[in-house]
């Protein structure tokens, strides 16, 4: 019994020993080279988070990329940026649509199109070019959205 419990002593001390024996600087390659192939494999997992990274991110919609001040003439503009709410596809949407009137509206996307009501009237905000603003102050413009075809229209 005292032999067995002598062993079980000195058993952690050989197992510290043979571990910090490794740690020796060695000159010789053969036996680097032999406990490097020797080194049990390690099998890589993935950290859970670096797996989704990038498939979390939101996708923006079409409509987001209408951000911004879009001007139309003598002054009129519409002014689309993200709703405060944060919701996505939501909108708070200022518009000067004629010379007496500025409101601010709540928009929604809906498909390639954003849907707001302004005076009681559901509309649509979409892309266009400038000839489909009504206004010949446009009419040469590439990057527009047309609220009302032929009479309302802005650019960028």
Not at 8 to 26: E, R, T, V
């Amino acid at each position: 019994m005292k032999r067995r419990n002598r062993a079980c002593a000195l058993f952690p001390a050989m197992l510290l020993f043979h571990s910090l024996s490794g740690c020796a600087k060695s000159d010789d390659k053969a036996a680097v080279d032999n406990a490097v192939s020797a080194a049990p494999g390690v099998e890589a997992i993935d950290e859970p988070d670096a797996v989704t990274v990038g498939t979390n991110e939101v996708t923006g919609l079409p409509t987001d990329d209408w951000i911004g001040r879009w001007n139309g003439p003598e002054g009129l503009f519409l002014d689309i940026q993200l709703s405060p709410d944060g919701k996505p596809g939501h909108y708070a949407i200022t518009n000067k649509d004629n010379l007496d009137r500025q409101g601010d509206y709540g928009g929604v996307a809906e498909g390639t199109d954003i849907r707001f009501v302004r005076d009681g009237r559901d509309l649509t905000i979409r892309p266009g070019i400038g000839s489909e603003t009504g206004f010949k102050y446009l009419a040469g413009r590439k990057d527009c959205l047309i609220v009302v075809p032929g009479r309302e229209g802005y650019c960028r």
